[in-house]
């Protein structure tokens, strides 16, 4: 029983260029390149960490759980969007070139500003809509909906996403217009949606069925390559097009 | 600098922090006059460490179960150095909460017939524990941060790092708070503030926790006079991955994986949880189903004797999941095959997982009373940075994720309740604190100081406290760990930080969490010298001093910040009004006690 | 200060496609369309010309014959049949199918596409052996 496929072995060092901006010193980014000691476990978060702590204390970032679940550490890597912390650089040949998440506004060094992403989140009502619950909550005598696991299945998928905008970054249209709910906003709205306990689609089709919610995707597909959790928001995205246009029709025939 | 008004401040964005602010927002609209709530956090909300939680969260549920079941547990699981009255009050609010989850979305597991599913967990005598995969705080934290946002009374400030509370009179009038992104400063004047800034898992060097959690709000509380409780109690969780430390949830046992020392045996029957349960049958209170403070022991024990195998650098024993079968194991597990497989390159369905004890949840904080407030008036802590009295000497997994929704709601509303009879106090007192921490950044960013790098102070820390508090402690190592993080307090003073820069100052937010780490580190190793016995996740090997000891130490600790002088201790009394100490005993030695 | 007087952004630049593979692959994709618009307005010219009479239609079957109209026709025809591989490999997960409470599987899906795809060009085939 030895487990040894990945250690400390296998000790060598690999060369990682970042794309800094410190707005503080100049309006211009620039790279700077780094050399360090790499084993087979090293992740890109390990080494971006080795950076701050060994060579550069000012290069800034964000992470924090380390193990692919908060979401935190999307960068740039050779300019396909990853996790720092599901990246090991043993995967890579060569030089590994570091830049913040693509479609953004860049605060400083690898930071972005996600604000117009949890905008986005907020706009399609991701929470459960019951207005008119057949039993409302009663504290004294709490009573949960059923829900079978087949009913579970349907969304449970879309509600994997950790909200780590990788497919924001990977995304051609939001990058043309950042006004495009994106990805993860509509594949949660459909992970709603698809609850058999929710009740709000019609509420949130208002957000869904316009040109800047589900109607600007083109289908290009590269946000589901990208995702961390294979939530495939692309077909969220594309289902709700079905819906969407359901919806209109419906409409349509109720005049 | 900006100055904001706000009924009540929230500092934290994870379970507890959301919970509290959609408590106090109920409880508001309630009493029929809305209240504005600022919810404060260092991180975007989705980031904070409950995400991490994987095995579930427990509650009465089953017909067969009772409250006086799931209390009994948690006390013996605490090693009776829990607030009964407060154990009391949590297990019968858990399933109420947990269903009010469920309400909100949470995609909690199933059974065929459409009722939630439940599973078994460590120390817990039947299975109690609601799971949604092994993704639980995951689920959890998103079902919370997005029900939140049908609340327009609360405001996020997402990326805001509070450096201190602003106390007068012995009440809390606010905080002040650093805007991450421009690095300016922000005053949020209250009537009540919540503090829910998670644990200190980070003063250890091997831990399962995210990079945040750093005790920052624990200080917080420290530095104003607020005691800090029990900080002695520690929880190894028994396992986390070799090298990262990453989390491995108790559920893999709770589904029925077992646990082999480096020759294929069940160690755990050696160390009073036998007799050995038959694969495939988990039993509760059994063999792998014990707490995780005698199993992590276990551990260390058969690390001694050699019997434990080699994972890279790291002594490992090995979790075996195969005979579940790869469909339980993929439905019930995925997350954990995906860790195992990215991180080790280990995939738990063909293979025995290499796992070692590593730092998991600080069982004592901020002391508070059972309704969540502290000593100051008007602040309240609620979650891991709190001491409520709920996890006493050890914490029983599935226990805390319950935790920051029974205790994150009672803050909230609380703190709802005393807003809505309280003034706000005059702004000068928030500008004076506020200068005063002004002050000190720019001390630590221009200081005249030597220039003490905190990387070495951190690094210095982490080991003293893993070498003279993990699983097993002696007086020597203590003393030694104590006289190192008292030094290490005085260097801190020099401390410089070589980013002077405004925006995103990711060092020098690294900086203050390890002066917070520090003065925690120095209550932790107090609480733990001067408590001359063994109790719950507290051993001692030093003579005499390997047992319980009910007569001089069934008493809380609490540990007063002195400025820079040394940290005092004095003992609190423990509320046993319901279960007088007993034997802990699990396995078949548990069957004739009251466990 | 407000936050966002410090950022920068790198908008999007015309030649963005050119960036990844996976984005070329994407263009092919779309670009597919310029062929069959080739081959859709032959088809109308072909209506035109039958409209016209005789001569017209002798015309056009002339120039459909063309080596080069031949080529661009089969170039658009190797084109609708990547779209349609394509599309076929995305549409159970546009439309993901539910027999009993359980998903049919993708590649079941997709099978089921070409079979409908060959059924149809069977029957061209047989309508026009008639003919």
New interface residues.
């Given amino acids: 029983m030895s487990g040894d496929k990945i250690g400390t072995d296998n000790l060598n060092t690999k060369l990682i260029s970042v794309k800094r901006y410190l707005p503080d010193r100049s309006t211009e980014p620039y790279w700077q390149s780094f050399e360090l000691p790499v084993d087979d476990s090293t992740s890109l978060l390990d080494a971006l960490n080795h950076i701050k702590e060994q060579l550069d204390s000012t290069l800034s970032y964000r992470w924090s759980c380390r193990m692919a679940i908060c979401g935190s550490c999307g960068v740039m890597v050779n300019g396909i969007p990853k996790l720092g912390c599901k990246t090991f650089l043993r995967d890579y040949d060569g030089e590994i070139r570091i830049e913040p998440l693509a479609h953004f506004p860049v605060q400083r060094d690898l930071v972005v500003d996600m604000e117009i992403f949890l905008e986005h989140l907020a706009a399609v009502k991701p929470y459960l809509i019951d207005d008119n619950p057949v039993k409302p909550f009663d504290p004294a005598a709490p009573q949960t909906y059923q829900q079978s696991p087949a009913q579970l299945a349907r969304y449970k998928q879309f509600a994997n996403c950790i909200n780590c905008g990788l497919c924001y970054s990977a995304c051609p249209q939001f990058g043309l217009n950042p006004e495009f709910r994106g990805p993860a906003a509509i594949a949660l709205a459909h992970r709603y949606n698809l609850d058999s306990r929710d009740h709000g689609k019609k509420q949130r089709m208002a957000e869904l069925n316009r040109h800047e919610g589900v109607w600007s995707c083109t289908f290009v597909g590269f946000c589901s390559k990208v995702c961390p959790k294979h939530v495939d928001p692309a077909a969220a995205v594309n289902q709700g097009k079905v819906e969407a246009a359901k919806h209109t029709l419906i409409a349509l025939f109720k005049g | 600098m900006q100055q904001r008004d706000f009924d009540i401040v929230i500092v934290g964005g994870g379970g507890a922090g959301l919970r509290a602010a959609i408590g106090a927002a109920e409880q508001a609209s309630q009493q029929g006059s809305p209240q504005r709530i600022a919810l404060l956090s260092k991180?975007?909300p989705?980031?904070?460490?409950t995400?991490?939680a994987e095995g579930g969260a427990a509650a009465v549920t089953s017909a067969e179960d009772t409250h006086q079941a799931h209390f009994d547990d948690t006390v013996s699981g605490g090693d009776w150095l829990v607030e009964q009255g407060v154990v009391d009050y949590f297990v019968h609010h858990a399933?109420?909460e947990l269903?009010?989850m469920?309400?909100?979305?949470c995609?909690?597991?199933?059974?065929?017939?459409?009722?939630?599913q439940v599973r078994r967990f460590g120390g817990m005598k039947t299975a109690r524990t609601w799971f949604a995969a092994d993704?639980t705080g995951?689920?959890m934290l998103?079902t919370l941060f997005?029900?939140s946002?049908?609340y327009p009374e609360i405001e996020r400030f997402?990326e805001y790092f509070v450096l201190d509370l602003a106390v007068h009179d012995g009440a809390v009038v606010g905080v002040i708070a650093l805007?991450i992104?421009?690095g300016?400063l922000t005053l949020l004047r209250a009537k009540a503030v919540v503090l829910a800034t998670g644990g200190a898992g980070r003063l250890f060097r091997f831990n399962t926790n995210?990079?945040?959690v750093t005790g920052d709000g624990m200080a917080m509380a420290y530095r104003h006079g607020v005691a800090l409780r029990d900080m002695e109690f520690v929880q190894y969780h028994p396992t986390g991955l070799p090298?990262?430390g990453?989390?491995i949830t108790e559920a893999c046992r709770g589904e029925g994986g077992i646990l082999?020392n480096?020759d294929?045996y069940r160690y755990l029957q050696d160390y009073g949880l036998g007799p050995e349960t038959p694969l495939g049958h988990p039993e509760n209170k059994y063999m792998e189903l014990g707490p995780r403070d005698k199993l992590s022991q276990a551990f260390w024990q058969e690390q001694q004797a050699g019997r434990t195998?080699?994972?890279?650098?790291s002594d490992?024993v090995?979790l075996d999941l195969r005979h579940l079968g790869e469909k339980t194991i993929l439905e019930r597990l995925p997350?954990i095959c995906?860790?195992a497989k990215?991180?080790?390159?280990?995939d738990p369905v063909k293979?025995?997982v290499?796992i070692r004890p590593a730092v998991h949840y600080t069982m004592g904080g901020i002391e508070t009373n059972p309704q969540c407030e502290t000593s100051i008036a008007g602040l309240y802590a609620a979650g891991e940075c709190a001491s409520v009295g709920l996890h006493g000497a050890n914490r029983l997994g599935s226990n805390s994720l319950t935790e920051l929704l029974v205790f994150g709601r009672l803050a909230g509303e609380q703190a709802s309740r005393r807003a809505a009879q309280t003034e706000w106090a005059d702004s000068g007192v928030l500008k004076a604190q506020a200068d005063r921490q002004q002050a000190l950044l720019t001390r630590l960013c221009d200081g005249q100081g030597s220039g003490e790098k905190w990387?070495d102070l951190k690094h210095a820390m982490v080991q003293a406290m893993e070498s003279g508090c993990g699983i097993y402690r002696t007086e020597e190592g203590m003393q030694q760990s104590l006289a190192v993080i008292r030094q290490l307090r005085e260097r801190y003073r020099q401390v410089r930080?070589?980013?002077t820069?405004?925006?995103?100052?990711?060092?020098l937010l690294e900086c203050i969490e390890l002066g917070c780490g520090l003065d925690i580190a120095e209550a932790s190793c107090l609480g733990a010298l001067e408590r001359r016995e063994s109790r719950g996740a507290h051993q001692r090997l030093d003579e005499g001093m390997q047992k319980r000891d009910d007569v001089n130490y069934l008493k809380h600790s609490q540990v007063f910040y002195q400025g820079d002088g040394h940290a005092e201790l004095r003992w609190q009394d423990v509320d046993v009004r319901f279960s007088a100490p007993a034997e802990r005993a699990y396995g078949d030695a548990g069957k004739e006690g009251k466990a | 200060m407000d936050k966002s007087s410090s950022q920068r952004f790198d908008p999007l630049t015309r030649t963005w496609w050119l960036k990844h593979r996976f984005f070329k692959l994407y263009m092919v994709r779309e670009a597919t369309v310029l062929p069959l618009v080739f081959f859709i307005l032959c088809l109308l010219a072909g209506f035109v010309s039958l409209l016209q009479g005789a001569d017209s239609w002798q015309g056009w079957v002339a120039f459909m014959g063309s080596p080069i109209v031949l080529a661009l026709n089969l170039l658009a025809l190797a084109a609708s049949l990547f779209h349609a591989a394509t599309f076929f490999v995305l549409f159970p997960r546009v439309m993901p199918l539910r027999i009993a409470g359980h998903r049919l599987p993708d590649n079941m899906i997709v099978a089921g596409q070409w079979a409908g795809v060959l059924a149809v060009a069977l029957l061209f085939f047989w309508l026009l052996g008639r003919a």
């Avoid at chain 2, 469920?102 to 979305?105: I, N, Q, Y």
């Avoid at chain 2, 195998?309 to 650098?313: A, H, I, L, R, S």
């Avoid at chain 2, 820069?501 to 060092?507: A, D, G, L, V």
């Fill in positions: 991180v975007y989705m980031r904070s460490h995400v991490a399933h109420q269903v009010q469920e309400r909100w979305g995609p909690w597991s199933r059974k065929d017939d459409g009722q939630v993704k995951f689920h998103h997005q029900t946002l049908k997402d805007q992104a421009t300016e995210a990079g945040i090298g990262s990453i989390l082999l480096k294929g195998g080699k994972f890279g650098d490992v090995y997350f995906e860790l990215s991180y080790i390159n280990v293979e025995p290499p990387v930080v070589n980013d820069s405004k925006i995103f100052n990711t060092e």
